[in-house]
T-cell receptor, first 115, second 112 residues
Framework: GAGVSQSPSNKVTEKGKDVELRCDPI?????LYWYRQRLGQGLEFLIY????????KSGLPSDRFSAERTGESVSTLTIQRTQQEDSAVYLC?????????????FGPGTRLTVL | DQQVKQNSPSLSVQEGRISILNCDYT??????FLWYKKYPAEGPTFLIS?????DKNEDGRFTVFLNKSAKHLSLHIVPSQPGDSAVYFC???????????FGTGTLLAVQP
């Protein structure tokens, strides 16, 4: 069966531009998570969705970051006015239900480079 | 404030020997711990987990040990194989927040 997919796989942008990163979770998974991994660091939680609502946005680094999910399926992470410190691999994961007891399945990530 | 710490950024082990990866945490509310494995250019994949009511969980060559009093867990791989070479992340969950807190990872290299 299809796993979690993310697009694009790589994105190079200029400082100040907006970017959109897409995540297609496993069908039927109600929970969806966004993480980022900056060079040499661990996975940093950004936001999670239960259905289409986001109970926890505490990890979003600034108001330039936003995310939405529609149809309990696809999610988009938008970064406005990108900065060089936004360069990272952005990972999406989904699980059947929310909560750490439910295995999270990760996509391959989007590598974002801000010049 | 790093709540989950993996103090060894890398580890090199000979094929057939034991690999021991360590993880420390600071939040006593964490009650579920996981290890994920990550190959380059791929997303992490779940490896093994342990609940705080246990002190050991075994799955084939992989065993996770939890020492709650020391707030320490470790992953043992025996025997180590070259295909085990990857980055290993420790993660923790408090059950109340529905999110995992990850460590910084340990790069394991198993030498043939």
């Amino acid at each position: 069966g299809a796993g979690v997919s993310q697009s694009p796989s790589n994105k190079v942008t200029e400082k100040g531009k907006d970017v959109e990163l897409r995540c297609d979770p496993i069908s039927g998974h109600t929970a969806l998570y966004w993480y980022r991994q900056r060079l040499g660091q661990g996975l940093e939680f950004l936001i999670y969705f239960q259905g289409n609502s986001a109970p926890d946005k505490s990890g979003l680094p600034s108001d330039r970051f936003s995310a939405e999910r529609t149809g309990e399926s696809v999610s988009t992470l938008t970064i406005q006015r990108t900065q060089q410190e936004d360069s990272a691999v952005y990972l999406c994961a989904s699980s059947l239900l929310a909560g750490g007891y439910n295995e999270q399945f990760f996509g391959p990530g989007t590598r974002l480079t801000v010049l | 404030d790093q709540q989950v710490k993996q103090n060894s950024p890398s580890l090199s082990v000979q094929e057939g020997r034991i690999s021991i990866l360590n993880c420390d945490y600071t939040n006593s509310m964490f009650d579920y711990f996981l290890w994920y494995k990550k190959y380059p250019a791929e997303g992490p994949t779940f490896l093994i987990s342990i609940s705080s009511i246990k002190d050991k969980n075994e799955d084939g060559r992989f065993t996770v040990f939890l020492n709650k009093s020391a707030k320490h867990l470790s992953l043992h791989i025996v025997p180590s194989q070259p295909g085990d070479s990857a980055v290993y992340f420790c993660a923790a969950d408090s059950g109340a927040t529905n999110k995992l807190i990850f460590g910084t990872g340990t790069l394991l290299a198993v030498q043939p």
